[in-house]
Nanobody, 124 residues
Framework: QLQLVQSGGGLVQPGGSLRLSCAAS????????IGWFRQAPGKKREGVSC????????NTADSVKGRFTISRDSAKNTVYLQMNSLKPEDTAVYYC???WGCGYYLTEDDFASWGQGTQVTVSS
C-alpha cells in the first residue's frame, strides 16, 4: 500500500526555520516526482516545489524561491522541505504528494498519493 507520512511543522516566529519530512512506504520515492503543496485558510491549494525522480528540482513558487529548498534522501526514502526566513504568509497546511511528473504547472491534479498534511504557523 502506497503511503506518505509527514512530520515536522509547528509554530515558529517570523524569520525562523522549519524542516518538513515526507517518508514513503510501499514504494520508492526515487521512481516518482514528489511535490510539496500548501493551503492557507480560505485559499486554494498551491504548489510550493517539486523534485523529479532524477533528483532535479522543479516548479518552485516565486513566493518561496531563495527561502525553501526541496531535497531527497534515497537511503531513507524521504523527501524534505527546508523552510528558512519564514514569513506569516507562509502559514498553511503543507502536504507532500507523489506523482509521475511535476508538470508544466505544479498542480494537485497530477498527484495521486498524498500525505496527511502538517500545520505550519508563523507568528510572533
Amino acid at each position: 500500500q502506497l503511503q506518505l507520512v509527514q512530520s515536522g511543522g509547528g509554530l515558529v516566529q517570523p524569520g525562523g526555520s522549519l524542516r518538513l519530512s515526507c517518508a514513503a512506504s510501499g514504494f520508492s520515492l526515487d521512481l516518482h516526482a514528489i511535490g510539496w503543496f500548501r493551503q492557507a485558510p480560505g485559499k486554494k491549494r498551491e504548489g510550493v516545489s517539486c523534485i523529479l525522480s532524477s533528483g532535479a528540482t522543479s516548479n518552485t513558487a516565486d513566493s518561496v524561491k531563495g527561502r525553501f529548498t526541496i531535497s531527497r534522501d534515497s537511503a531513507k526514502n524521504t523527501v524534505y522541505l527546508q523552510m528558512n526566513s519564514l514569513k506569516p504568509e507562509d502559514t498553511a497546511v503543507y502536504y507532500c504528494a507523489a506523482g509521475w511528473g511535476c508538470g508544466y504547472y505544479l498542480t494537485e491534479d497530477d498527484f495521486a498519493s498524498w500525505g496527511q498534511g502538517t500545520q505550519v504557523t508563523v507568528s510572533s
